[in-house]
Structures are given as C-alpha cells and as structure tokens.
C-alpha cells in the first residue's frame, strides 16, 4: 500500500531534551516537506527536501532540522525542542514538486 | 507570496442538503489545487487533484472546480450526509520563494457539521 508512514504519533517530552520525528515513503517520491499545524494558522511548510541530499528551508524553519540521506526517509530534528514547538507535525511527499500530495498521519508533539 | 482564504470558516447544514464550500488564492500561478478533508486530531486525507490545465475534477458526490484567472476554487458537495463532518482544507501548489521548488499553501479551513 502506498503511503507515507511518521513516527511517533503522539510524544510528550521536555524542554531542551533533543528529539526526531521520523517519515518514510514507499512511492519512490523525490519531493518531500514538512508541515506544522496550528489553530488559527492552518498548516505552515517547515522544511522541504526536492531530492536525496537537497533540502531548503520552507516558511517556519527556526528551531528545526532536516536531512534526506535516502530518498525513502525525511525525519525532522528538534534539537532543542521549546514550548511554542507544541504542535500537530505533517509529513508529506510527492513524485515531483508540482504533483499531488501525500500526508501522513500526524505526530502530536507537545513539549512541557 | 501566495496567500489561500477558504470561506466559510464554518457551516452547518441539514443532512440531504447541497453545499459549496469556497477557496481563493492571490497568485494565479499554481501548478494545482488540492482539496483535504481533516477529521479532528487526525490527518489529511486528499479529495480532489485539479491540475493548473483543468477546470474541474469529479469524485462520487464531491465536484471541484478551478478558474485560475480569478484565484477561486469551489468544492460542491452532494446530498451531504453525516459522516460528511470534517473540516476541509484547500491547498494550492506554487513555485517557492527560491524559484525553483514548489510548496503547498494552505487556506485555514472549513469546519462542515451535517446534522441529522
């Protein structure tokens, strides 16, 4: 089944306590993002990644890592994780940068 | 930079009725339009894909149309029903700040209650 799969779904941590939230696709997709969702703010693009090795920085990267070592997996980095990164984080991918996108299903971080 | 307005931000109907839901965006040079419904605390499940190129796309009771020139999307939904409850997220595809990427932009959504 085709699918974009993160982990973990829900994850409750401290501040300062570094922490990765991993995304894998099956779809052999190139371009990968990484979405935070917040009320009143709707989804906003962290990071995007166009291929293996090639990643850039989308509205709301402060605070947040990437990398994309292999074309399969994504996984965002918070390496000082704070309060206000308390959101729902959205993994998704495509085949190329102007085609349909595919989410996962959501990691609920909340950082105390 | 690409800004996406969904109106309503909320609607509640009768079951059985016929609704539109409406999405506006400001740059009319996207690649395409993506229609999600989100069930709460959940994640987004993709409806409708309308390339640049096409003016509609049909999927059982949902149609979505495109016109491009003006920056409006709508999403019509047929003899709604119960389950039909979610919120619904527009989502328009265009080049990035770079000039080379693509990224999505999201409308804030619209929390659709059919009710019995």
């Known amino acids: 089944e085709a699918q974009v799969t993160q982990n973990p779904r829900y994850l409750i941590t401290v501040t300062g306590k570094k922490l990765t939230v991993t995304c894998s696709q099956n779809m052999n997709h190139e371009y990968m993002s990484w979405y935070r969702q917040d009320p009143g703010l709707g989804l906003r693009q962290i990071y995007y990644s166009m291929n293996v090795e090639v990643t850039d920085k989308g509205d709301v990267p402060e605070g947040y890592k990437v990398s994309r070592k292999e074309k399969r997996n994504f996984p965002l980095i918070l390496e000082s994780p704070s309060p206000n990164q308390t959101s729902l984080y959205f993994c998704a991918s495509s085949f190329r940068g102007g085609t349909e996108a595919f989410f996962g299903q959501g990691t609920r971080l909340t950082v105390v | 930079k690409q800004e996406v307005t969904q109106i309503p931000a909320a609607l509640s109907v009768p079951e059985g009725e016929n609704l539109v839901l409406n999405c506006s965006f400001t740059d009319s040079a996207i690649y395409n339009l993506q229609w999600f419904r989100q069930d709460p605390g959940k994640g987004l499940t993709s409806l409708l894909l309308?390339?640049?190129?096409?003016r509609e796309q049909t999927s059982g009771r949902l149609n979505a149309s495109l016109d491009k020139s003006s920056g409006r999307s709508t999403l019509y939904i047929a003899a709604s029903q119960p389950g039909d409850s979610a919120t619904y997220l527009c989502?328009?595809?265009?080049?990035?700040?770079?000039?080379?990427?693509?990224?999505?932009?999201f409308g804030t959504g619209t929390r659709l209650q059919v009710t019995l």
């Open positions: 309308i390339q640049s190129s096409q």
């Open positions: 989502a328009v595809k265009s080049r990035g700040v770079t000039g080379t990427a693509s990224k999505l932009t």
